[in-house]
Structures are given as C-alpha cells and as structure tokens.
C-alpha cells in the first residue's frame, strides 16, 4: 500500500541535497504538462522550504485547472457537463423543449456562480439586516465559461479529441500521433495568447499556425507536415458532425523544401556495417542487427517477431506503416544459426526477442523497440558511426540505414527493383504487380536474399564500391 505524504511537507521532495516542490499531473493531461510539475527552491531548510512553496504550488494547480480547460475538463467537470447541455440545445433546437432547457441552463449557471460564495451581511429596505451571497471571482468565471460553452462560443478544442480518437482505426504505433498534433496546437494557442476554444481557430489563425509551425517545433518538414494532417482529419470529423462550421485545416500543407542530396538520411557504408557486427558480441544487440541488415525489415517488427514467425525457412513480419496484411521474407544463411539458437526450446508463440519486452504499462503508446532504438544510437555512436551535418539534428545514418545499405547490396547484386520492393514490403511499380499480383515466388525471393553477402566480419580492409550517384561530401570513416 503506498505511503501517505505528511500533510505538512506535501509537495516537497529533496533533490541532490535540496528541497524542491513535485506535484503529479493527472493521467489525461501528461502530453501537455509532463507527468509531474517540478521546481527547485533553493534551500536545505524544511522550515523555510514550506514557506516557500505556497506561491509555487498554487501556480502548479493553476497550470493544472488551466490544462483541464484546455483538455475540456475532467469527467463529471463543469465544463463537460456543459459540453453534455451544448449538445441537448442543439438537439432541441426550434422544438418547445428548447425553452425549458434553457431555463435549466440559466439556473445551473447561477448555482455554479454561488459555489463557495462568502456571506456578508446588507441592509435591505423593509428587511432589515439580511444574509447576502457574495460569489467568488474564480466562480463567476466558471460560470462564465459554462455559459460560453453551453451557447457555443468557447469550446474547448481539445473536447470532442476522446471520442474522435475512438472511431479511427489505425496501427498502434500511429496512435500517438494524434495526441502528439493536438498538444503541439494547445501550447501554439497559449504561446501566441489564443484563446484554446474551437472558435477561434478560423481559417486565418489555422494558417498562422502552420506559417509559425516550423520555427515553433523546431521539427522536420515530415514531422510538421503530419501535424497538420492530424488536425485536418480532427476538424474534418467535427465538420460532418457540426461541432464545427468550417475545416480550418483542410487545405494547409507545408510546401516541401528545396534538400541537398549530401544531407540527406542515407545507407550504410560496408565500412560503417562491418564496425557494428563487429563491435559487440551480446546477442541481444548483434541478432537485430544482423537481421536488419540481411532482411532490410524495419526496427519494430524485428523486435516484434515470435519463435513461429521463423519456421519453415522465412520469417514473418507484421504489417508495418501502410502494409495491409503481414510479409514474408527468406531467411538468408547467415542467419540461420541466430533462428536455431532462439528457437531451441521455446513455443511457437514465445518472443523472439525476450530482452527488449517494451514498455510495462499495457496502456502505453510507446512501440516495443523503443528501448532498443535508445540503446543502438548509443553503441552506433560508441562504435564510431556517425553522420551529422550542421543544420540537422539527426545522424544521417540510424537504424534504418541497414535497410537501405539491403536495398542497395540487392541492386548491385542484380536483383530487380520489383523484387526488391517485394522483400522490404514498399509498394510495387504499376497497377498490375501493386495490386494484382500475389507477388513473387519464394525461391525466387530466396535466391535474391542470399546475394546480399555482409561485409568481411574479421577486420579485414573494406573496399567500397563506387555509386552512380556518389556524395562528393567525404563521410567519416570512408
């Protein structure tokens, strides 16, 4: 059973010798505020931390109810419960129940202005000295914001995300991306002092927004550009369900700009894969290397493999970005010992990869090679493997690289672009192989898999061989 705070200390914790105020954040708003609210106070003294905490912890419980606004209140709040009377208005709209809820409405409005009211007592003409309610300001802005939300004109852009979010059906690794856009519009508003209600996000401060977007993030072209998707999709639900008037989003995309090929993500050197096959023995870290670089699969569903997945001489890998269904792909020879040796004794639905279980919360977004990702910028970095260019902020090599260094080993080996798409699971040229064709035959795919040969994995010198469209820009290490 966890331990209760002294109510006396509450919100104080000591950090390298100091005290310092720690407040939780409630599960629903952790995108926007982080899981906890810290700020350092600068003393050793419980006395004098206690006295300084007060300001800081009512400003931490504002940022919360200011959060809660935003988010559009917590479940039982005011501020759903006039979400809930905005929605009987609209039904009842030209019909005689209108006027009784309205009616109802304007009492609960004066009910919610004299919560916590003070009395002070006035002397009423033929009463004499009566009790007199006196509503508090922060009631009367509740009430206030009541009534904007009720009549429509302050809702809470954040409102209607929950039930939207529950009528799209995709991948589990893009959920994220919804709460990820809408938090980047939250703090845009607070930023730019726009008030966070769907209306005022016209078409004119949706197209500041993505004017202001790459300054303000930071962020790549991509990564922007899908915000912008995000939110279009969000608007447009609410459009068709008259939540809004307008799709302020629907025509806005970031115009892509101009890249210069020698800054741009690319396959690993011979050079570069030989230092990391090399560089470390713990199977956990050189199996996913091995059949990243020999299967050109993406990170996720390596990690996501089970012991079924690899039997009768391929493995099978789960759809992964727009795929539709699951793909197989030939197990090259020089990962067949890595498949027995992870095989022997365990169920055909055991992990492939036990050491890298992924996050322990079931509730989590987070993909299941995120740790392994963390771990291989690390050891890529250790091991001397880098890319960086001033103006970017990733390597140009990551663990995607391997799969473009298969890409271009299978090219070079004389295997066609339509068979390479196949095995790497992109979409194949023309409407006849992209969506007629059950793909090619498996011995076909088999013999192209084995082409691909890895670099000399004894230290032996690496010769590189010359691209048609070589960077002149030299890359360390090459």
């Known amino acids: 059973m966890p331990r209760k705070p002294d109510p006396k200390n509450a919100y104080l914790e000591v950090h390298c010798g100091y ?34 905490k007060v300001p800081v912890v009512k400003a931490f419980q504002a940022r919360i109810a200011r959060a809660w606004e935003i988010h559009g209140g917590d479940k039982g709040s005011v501020l759903r419960e006039a979400a809930a009377w905005a929605e009987t208005l609209r039904a009842a709209g030209g019909t005689e129940a209108y006027d009784d809820f309205a009616r109802e409405i304007a009492e609960r409005k004066a009910e919610i202005e004299l919560t916590n009211a003070s009395k002070v007592r006035v002397y009423v003409e033929d009463e004499g000295w009566v009790d007199h309610e006196v509503p508090t300001r922060e009631a009367k802005e509740a009430a206030k914001l009541f009534s904007a939300v009720v009549h429509g004109s302050a809702t809470p ?99 892509k700009p101009d890249t210069d090929p020698e800054t741009e993500e690319r396959a690993f050197l011979d050079v570069e894969v030989q230092k990391l096959l090399m560089g470390t023995k713990d199977p956990a870290m050189l199996d996913v290397m091995m059949i990243a670089a020999l299967t ?29 269904k699951a793909r197989d792909v030939p197990i090259h020879p020089a990962l067949r010992e890595i498949v027995l040796r992870r095989a022997k004794g365990r169920a055909p639905e055991d992990e492939f990869f036990p ?39 990733r390597s140009l090599v990551n663990f995607h690289s391997f799969r473009r260094w298969f890409s271009t080993k299978a090219e070079r ?12 699971g992109h979409k194949r040229s023309g409407l006849t192989l992209g969506r007629y064709s059950e793909g090619p035959e498996m011995e076909a795919a088999k ?27 030299r890359v360390a290490g090459s």
């Not at 569903?301 to 992964?320: C, E, H, M, N, Y």
């Not at 192209?448 to 010359?466: F, H, I, N, T, Y």
């Open 19 to 52: 005290y310092r105020v720690s407040m939780g954040v409630p599960a629903p708003l952790r995108r926007q505020l982080g899981t906890r609210l810290k700020k350092a106070l600068g003393t050793k003294s419980l006395l004098s931390a206690n006295v300084l």
């Open 157 to 255: 852009i954040a409102l209607h995300h929950e039930d939207f979010m529950k009528t799209l059906n995709i991948k589990p690794r893009s959920r994220t991306d919804d709460p990820r856009a809408l938090k980047v519009l939250l703090d845009w508003c607070v930023a730019k002092n726009v008030p966070p209600y769907l209306e005022n996000i016209d078409e004119l401060t949706a197209l500041r927004f993505m004017d202001g977007l790459p300054q303000f993030t930071g962020a790549a072209w991509a990564t922007n550009n899908k915000h912008l998707g995000r939110l279009k999709l969000y608007w447009k639900w609410m459009k068709r369900r008259q939540m809004v008037k307008v799709n302020s989003f629907w025509d806005l995309n970031l115009p």
């Open 296 to 324: 050109g699969a993406r990170l996720d569903a390596i990690i996501d493999l089970r012991v079924g997945d690899s039997i009768d001489g391929w493995f099978t890998f789960k759809p992964q970005k727009k795929e539709k």
């Open 355 to 393: 050491e890298w279980p992924g996050p322990k919360s079931g509730t989590s977004m987070r993909e299941r090679s995120a740790d392994y990702s963390k771990h291989f910028m690390r050891y890529r970095i250790k091991v001397g493997v880098q890319d960086n260019v001033p103006g970017k902020r």
């Open 413 to 424: 080996s004389g295997t066609s672009g339509d068979m390479i798409a196949a095995i790497v």
């Open 447 to 473: 013999v192209a898999v084995a082409k691909v040969q890895l670099p000399p994995l004894d230290g032996s010198p690496v010769r590189e061989a010359q691209a048609l469209t070589p960077r002149r820009r």
